[in-house]
């Protein structure tokens, strides 16, 4: 069992910026990826960015150079710096880890950025 909890939502402008954070607990020692999918009202849930155990990333074409996912193994912590902030990605922000057959998720965090 892993249990995941999110930190660091929030309102900003555009143009701003934000870091959340996922903490891991449970059988945390276990996990080799990590990494955060977001949801908007009446869009279906999408890959934000990804990082292995080892610090290889993946980013979605739309946060490309504005997004940086980063993790503390020792404090079983990732995060996510995000940059020049637009209104299109306001969503709800999931922290999530794929372990054996199953992925764990967090309770989301609500990510808005007014224009």
């Known amino acids: 069992q892993v249990q995941l909890v999110e930190s660091g939502g929030g309102l900003v402008q555009a143009g701003g910026s934000l870091i959340l954070s996922c903490v891991a607990s449970?059988?945390?020692?276990?996990?080799?990826?990590m990494g955060w999918y977001r949801q908007a009202p009446e869009k279906q849930r999408e890959l934000v960015a990804v990082?292995?155990?080892?610090?290889?990333?993946n980013y979605a074409d739309s946060v490309k150079g504005r997004f940086t996912i980063s993790r503390d193994n020792a404090k079983n912590t990732v995060y996510l710096q995000m940059n020049s902030l637009k209104p299109e990605d306001t969503a709800v922000y999931y922290c999530?880890?794929?372990?054996?057959?199953?992925?764990?998720w967090g309770q989301g965090t609500q990510v808005t950025v007014s224009s």
């Open positions: 990082i292995t155990r080892g610090g290889s990333t």
């Open positions: 999530y880890s794929p372990l054996g057959p199953r992925t764990y």
């Open positions: 449970g059988s945390s020692f276990s996990i080799n990826v």
